[in-house]
Protein backbone atom coordinates (compact mmCIF):
# COMPACT_ATOMS: atom_id res chain seq x y z
CA UNK A 1 0.00 0.00 0.00
CA UNK A 2 1.55 3.49 -1.03
CA UNK A 3 1.69 6.60 1.52
CA UNK A 4 -0.86 8.24 -0.77
CA UNK A 5 -3.69 5.49 -0.71
CA UNK A 6 -2.95 5.10 3.04
CA UNK A 7 -3.60 9.13 3.26
CA UNK A 8 -6.93 8.49 1.46
CA UNK A 9 -7.94 5.49 3.56
CA UNK A 10 -7.61 7.73 6.50
CA UNK A 11 -9.55 10.17 5.22
CA UNK A 12 -12.01 8.06 3.99
CA UNK A 13 -12.11 6.47 7.41
CA UNK A 14 -12.45 9.70 9.64
CA UNK A 15 -15.61 10.73 7.15
CA UNK A 16 -17.40 7.39 7.95
CA UNK A 17 -16.63 7.46 11.41
CA UNK A 18 -17.25 11.50 11.94
CA UNK A 19 -20.43 11.92 9.88
CA UNK A 20 -19.25 14.93 7.88
CA UNK A 21 -16.32 16.57 6.13
CA UNK A 22 -15.88 19.10 8.71
CA UNK A 23 -15.98 16.91 11.63
CA UNK A 24 -13.04 14.51 9.71
CA UNK A 25 -11.48 17.53 8.77
CA UNK A 26 -11.14 18.66 12.13
CA UNK A 27 -10.30 15.62 13.76
CA UNK A 28 -7.50 14.88 11.10
CA UNK A 29 -6.39 18.67 11.85
CA UNK A 30 -6.62 19.06 7.52
CA UNK A 31 -8.87 21.58 5.78
CA UNK A 32 -12.16 20.34 4.28
CA UNK A 33 -11.05 20.95 0.59
CA UNK A 34 -7.98 18.56 1.53
CA UNK A 35 -10.04 16.18 2.83
CA UNK A 36 -12.69 15.93 -0.15
CA UNK A 37 -9.42 16.22 -2.26
CA UNK A 38 -8.30 12.56 -0.71
CA UNK A 39 -11.62 11.26 -1.18
CA UNK A 40 -12.42 12.10 -4.58
CA UNK A 41 -8.75 10.06 -5.44
CA UNK A 42 -9.72 7.56 -3.51
CA UNK A 43 -12.90 7.04 -5.76
CA UNK A 44 -10.74 7.51 -8.90
CA UNK A 45 -8.22 5.37 -7.54
CA UNK A 46 -10.23 2.34 -7.10
CA UNK A 47 -12.88 3.12 -9.63
CA UNK A 48 -15.65 2.82 -7.45
CA UNK A 49 -18.29 5.64 -6.19
CA UNK A 50 -18.16 5.73 -2.31
CA UNK A 51 -20.74 8.55 -1.77
CA UNK A 52 -23.61 10.38 -3.46
CA UNK A 53 -23.22 14.32 -3.31
CA UNK A 54 -26.32 16.03 -3.00
CA UNK A 55 -26.96 19.61 -0.78
CA UNK A 56 -23.35 20.27 0.10
CA UNK A 57 -23.49 16.41 2.11
CA UNK A 58 -22.34 13.34 1.19
CA UNK A 59 -23.84 10.11 1.88
CA UNK A 60 -21.82 6.84 1.79
CA UNK A 61 -23.31 4.47 -1.11
CA UNK A 62 -23.81 0.67 0.04
CA UNK A 63 -20.47 -0.42 -1.47
CA UNK A 64 -18.50 2.14 0.61
CA UNK A 65 -19.91 0.88 3.78
CA UNK A 66 -18.65 -2.79 2.85
CA UNK A 67 -15.54 -1.03 2.13
CA UNK A 68 -15.64 0.72 5.13
CA UNK A 69 -15.75 -2.60 7.28
CA UNK A 70 -12.63 -3.97 6.58
CA UNK A 71 -11.10 -0.52 6.68
CA UNK A 72 -12.19 0.25 9.88
CA UNK A 73 -10.75 -2.62 10.76
CA UNK A 74 -7.13 -2.59 9.54
CA UNK A 75 -6.78 1.07 11.40
CA UNK A 76 -7.90 -0.80 14.85
CA UNK A 77 -5.25 -2.72 14.32
CA UNK A 78 -2.60 -0.25 13.35
CA UNK A 79 -3.90 1.33 16.15
CA UNK A 80 -2.97 -1.96 18.17
CA UNK A 81 0.14 -2.16 16.96
CA UNK A 82 1.08 1.10 17.93
CA UNK A 83 -0.09 0.37 21.39
CA UNK A 84 2.27 -2.73 21.73
CA UNK A 85 5.31 -0.88 20.24
CA UNK A 86 4.71 1.86 23.10
CA UNK A 87 3.76 -0.95 25.99
CA UNK A 88 7.07 -2.86 24.94
CA UNK A 89 9.51 0.46 25.00
CA UNK A 90 7.99 1.40 28.32
CA UNK A 91 7.57 -1.53 30.14
CA UNK A 92 9.63 -4.16 28.28
CA UNK A 93 6.87 -6.95 27.43
CA UNK A 94 8.02 -8.77 24.56
CA UNK A 95 9.98 -12.28 24.33
CA UNK A 96 13.45 -12.98 23.53
CA UNK A 97 14.83 -15.89 21.98
CA UNK A 98 18.67 -16.74 23.05
CA UNK A 99 21.06 -19.73 22.11
CA UNK A 100 24.32 -19.82 24.02
CA UNK A 101 27.24 -22.58 24.32
CA UNK A 102 27.57 -24.05 27.61
CA UNK A 103 30.42 -22.64 28.86
CA UNK A 104 28.49 -19.09 28.90
CA UNK A 105 25.00 -20.50 29.20
CA UNK A 106 25.36 -22.84 32.25
CA UNK A 107 25.48 -19.62 34.98
CA UNK A 108 26.51 -16.48 33.70
CA UNK A 109 23.95 -15.64 31.08
CA UNK A 110 21.05 -16.94 33.68
CA UNK A 111 22.45 -14.24 35.89
CA UNK A 112 21.69 -11.68 33.41
CA UNK A 113 18.53 -12.89 31.60
CA UNK A 114 17.28 -13.15 35.32
CA UNK A 115 18.08 -9.76 35.91
CA UNK A 116 16.39 -8.45 32.51
CA UNK A 117 12.81 -10.15 33.25
CA UNK A 118 13.25 -7.96 36.86
CA UNK A 119 13.98 -5.00 35.02
CA UNK A 120 11.57 -5.80 32.41
CA UNK A 121 8.23 -7.51 34.16
CA UNK A 122 6.38 -10.04 31.41
CA UNK A 123 9.58 -10.50 29.49
CA UNK A 124 8.96 -14.04 28.26
CA UNK A 125 12.45 -15.71 27.43
CA UNK A 126 13.83 -19.02 25.51
CA UNK A 127 17.08 -20.27 26.93
CA UNK A 128 18.85 -22.83 24.63
CA UNK A 129 22.03 -24.47 25.31
CA UNK A 130 23.73 -25.56 21.91
CA UNK A 131 27.03 -26.00 20.72
CA UNK A 132 28.46 -22.89 18.33
CA UNK A 133 27.59 -24.64 15.62
CA UNK A 134 23.96 -25.41 16.47
CA UNK A 135 24.00 -21.66 17.87
CA UNK A 136 24.60 -20.77 14.00
CA UNK A 137 22.04 -22.74 12.83
CA UNK A 138 19.52 -21.38 15.20
CA UNK A 139 20.49 -17.78 14.10
CA UNK A 140 20.14 -18.61 10.41
CA UNK A 141 16.47 -20.61 10.43
CA UNK A 142 15.66 -17.27 12.88
CA UNK A 143 14.78 -19.40 15.84
CA UNK A 144 17.09 -17.17 17.98
CA UNK A 145 17.08 -13.61 18.05
CA UNK A 146 20.59 -13.59 19.90
CA UNK A 147 23.69 -15.98 19.91
CA UNK A 148 26.83 -16.64 22.41
CA UNK A 149 29.49 -18.89 19.86
CA UNK A 150 33.65 -19.75 19.86
CA UNK A 151 34.97 -17.97 17.12
CA UNK A 152 33.82 -19.54 13.76
CA UNK A 153 34.95 -19.66 10.55
CA UNK A 154 32.35 -19.38 9.19
CA UNK A 155 30.08 -16.75 10.32
CA UNK A 156 28.81 -15.44 7.63
CA UNK A 157 26.26 -14.38 7.00
CA UNK A 158 25.35 -13.93 10.35
CA UNK A 159 25.82 -10.15 11.49
CA UNK A 160 28.53 -10.49 14.33
CA UNK A 161 27.34 -7.70 16.71
CA UNK A 162 29.87 -7.64 19.46
CA UNK A 163 33.18 -9.01 20.96
CA UNK A 164 33.40 -10.29 24.65
CA UNK A 165 37.20 -11.07 25.59
CA UNK A 166 38.06 -12.77 28.96
CA UNK A 167 41.75 -13.67 30.09
CA UNK A 168 42.80 -17.40 31.36
CA UNK A 169 43.02 -18.06 35.09
CA UNK A 170 44.21 -20.36 37.15
CA UNK A 171 41.88 -22.75 39.66
CA UNK A 172 43.33 -24.41 42.17
CA UNK A 173 41.75 -26.73 44.95
CA UNK A 174 42.28 -24.91 48.59
CA UNK A 175 45.61 -25.65 50.23
CA UNK A 176 47.54 -26.09 46.76
CA UNK A 177 51.31 -25.81 46.88
CA UNK A 178 50.50 -23.03 44.49
CA UNK A 179 48.10 -21.06 46.44
CA UNK A 180 49.86 -19.25 48.64
CA UNK A 181 51.03 -17.36 45.24
CA UNK A 182 49.44 -13.92 44.63
CA UNK A 183 49.61 -14.62 40.19
CA UNK A 184 51.01 -17.48 38.75
CA UNK A 185 53.37 -18.09 35.59
CA UNK A 186 53.32 -20.57 33.41
CA UNK A 187 56.50 -22.67 34.41
CA UNK A 188 55.20 -22.34 38.06
CA UNK A 189 53.22 -25.39 36.45
CA UNK A 190 55.86 -27.39 35.80
CA UNK A 191 55.19 -31.30 36.74
CA UNK A 192 51.63 -30.74 38.05
CA UNK A 193 48.71 -32.82 37.29
CA UNK A 194 46.81 -30.63 34.78
CA UNK A 195 43.42 -31.21 33.76
CA UNK A 196 42.38 -30.38 30.12
CA UNK A 197 39.77 -29.69 28.30
CA UNK A 198 38.73 -31.33 25.34
CA UNK A 199 41.51 -32.18 22.19
CA UNK A 200 38.56 -30.55 20.19
CA UNK A 201 38.34 -27.12 21.84
CA UNK A 202 40.19 -24.28 20.52
CA UNK A 203 40.74 -22.83 24.68
CA UNK A 204 42.25 -26.02 24.96
CA UNK A 205 45.10 -25.09 21.73
CA UNK A 206 45.41 -21.87 23.50
CA UNK A 207 46.47 -23.15 26.88
CA UNK A 208 48.52 -26.25 25.35
CA UNK A 209 50.19 -23.24 23.10
CA UNK A 210 51.01 -20.60 26.02
CA UNK A 211 52.60 -23.90 27.82
CA UNK A 212 54.91 -24.59 24.81
CA UNK A 213 56.09 -21.67 24.24
CA UNK A 214 57.41 -21.66 27.60
CA UNK A 215 58.67 -25.05 27.96
CA UNK A 216 56.57 -26.23 30.52
CA UNK A 217 55.87 -29.95 30.64
CA UNK A 218 52.83 -30.79 31.95
CA UNK A 219 51.23 -34.33 34.00
CA UNK A 220 48.12 -34.29 31.31
CA UNK A 221 46.34 -37.21 33.01
CA UNK A 222 42.60 -35.96 33.43
CA UNK A 223 40.58 -34.55 30.20
CA UNK A 224 37.06 -32.84 30.49
CA UNK A 225 34.93 -31.44 27.56
CA UNK A 226 33.00 -29.09 30.25
CA UNK A 227 35.28 -25.90 32.05
CA UNK A 228 32.81 -26.06 34.65
CA UNK A 229 33.64 -29.64 35.17
CA UNK A 230 37.86 -29.08 34.95
CA UNK A 231 36.88 -26.35 37.88
CA UNK A 232 34.87 -29.07 39.88
CA UNK A 233 37.80 -31.37 39.95
CA UNK A 234 40.22 -28.77 40.34
CA UNK A 235 38.28 -28.06 43.19
CA UNK A 236 38.36 -31.75 44.79
CA UNK A 237 42.31 -31.98 43.94
CA UNK A 238 42.26 -34.16 40.84
CA UNK A 239 44.98 -31.73 39.70
CA UNK A 240 44.78 -27.86 38.42
CA UNK A 241 43.67 -25.80 35.44
CA UNK A 242 43.60 -23.38 33.38
CA UNK A 243 39.98 -21.77 32.22
CA UNK A 244 38.23 -18.77 31.08
CA UNK A 245 37.51 -15.86 34.43
CA UNK A 246 33.80 -16.28 33.68
CA UNK A 247 33.48 -19.80 34.44
CA UNK A 248 36.18 -19.69 37.16
CA UNK A 249 34.44 -17.07 39.40
CA UNK A 250 31.63 -19.46 40.14
CA UNK A 251 34.21 -21.08 42.43
CA UNK A 252 35.27 -18.24 43.87
CA UNK A 253 34.42 -19.51 47.16
CA UNK A 254 35.36 -22.99 46.82
CA UNK A 255 38.67 -23.08 45.02
CA UNK A 256 41.73 -20.83 44.91
CA UNK A 257 42.01 -18.18 41.58
CA UNK A 258 45.05 -17.13 40.34
CA UNK A 259 46.01 -14.54 37.70
CA UNK A 260 48.46 -16.29 34.67
CA UNK A 261 51.21 -13.49 33.57
CA UNK A 262 51.56 -14.00 30.73
CA UNK A 263 48.07 -15.04 30.25
CA UNK A 264 45.54 -15.55 26.79
CA UNK A 265 42.88 -14.39 26.01
CA UNK A 266 39.51 -16.65 25.77
CA UNK A 267 36.99 -15.13 23.36
CA UNK A 268 33.18 -15.52 22.52
CA UNK A 269 31.10 -13.52 19.51
CA UNK A 270 27.98 -12.50 19.87
CA UNK A 271 26.12 -12.99 16.59
CA UNK A 272 22.75 -11.88 15.52
CA UNK A 273 20.80 -13.09 12.30
CA UNK A 274 21.32 -12.13 8.89
CA UNK A 275 21.49 -8.45 7.95
CA UNK A 276 19.24 -7.88 11.97
CA UNK A 277 19.79 -4.98 13.78
CA UNK A 278 19.79 -5.41 17.20
CA UNK A 279 16.34 -6.01 18.98
CA UNK A 280 15.73 -3.63 22.36
CA UNK A 281 15.96 -6.14 24.12
CA UNK A 282 19.12 -7.50 22.96
CA UNK A 283 20.41 -4.39 23.37
CA UNK A 284 19.67 -3.82 27.31
CA UNK A 285 21.09 -7.65 28.01
CA UNK A 286 24.16 -6.27 26.25
CA UNK A 287 24.18 -3.31 28.80
CA UNK A 288 23.70 -6.03 31.51
CA UNK A 289 26.66 -7.83 29.80
CA UNK A 290 28.40 -4.81 30.10
CA UNK A 291 28.28 -4.55 33.60
CA UNK A 292 29.13 -8.38 34.64
CA UNK A 293 32.35 -8.51 33.03
CA UNK A 294 33.35 -4.85 34.57
CA UNK A 295 37.20 -6.19 35.99
CA UNK A 296 36.90 -9.69 34.52
CA UNK A 297 36.72 -8.71 30.82
CA UNK A 298 36.24 -6.41 27.88
CA UNK A 299 33.14 -6.56 25.47
CA UNK A 300 33.69 -4.46 22.06
CA UNK A 301 30.91 -3.97 19.54
CA UNK A 302 31.83 -4.77 16.17
CA UNK A 303 30.96 -2.12 13.52
Not at 31 to 59: D, T, Y
Not at 137 to 147: C, I, K, P, W
Not at 152 to 165: C, E, K, S, V, Y
Not at 240 to 267: M, N, W
Amino acid sequence: MTPTRLRELEAFDAVLRCGSVTRAAETLGMSQPAVSKLLSSLEHGIGLRLFERARRRLAPTIEALRLHEEVARFFVGARRIEELVQEIRVSGHGELSIAALPILGLSFLPRLVSQLRCAHPGLKISFTLESSREVRESLLNRTADVGFVLPLPDQAPLRHGWTIRVPAVAVLAPGHRLAARKSLNPADFQGESFISLGRTYRMRHLVDALFDSENVIRVLDVETQNAFAACELAVHGAGVTVVDAITARDFADRAVIRPLAPTVPFQFNVLLPPSAAPPMLVVALIVQLKKALDGIGEIEEIQ
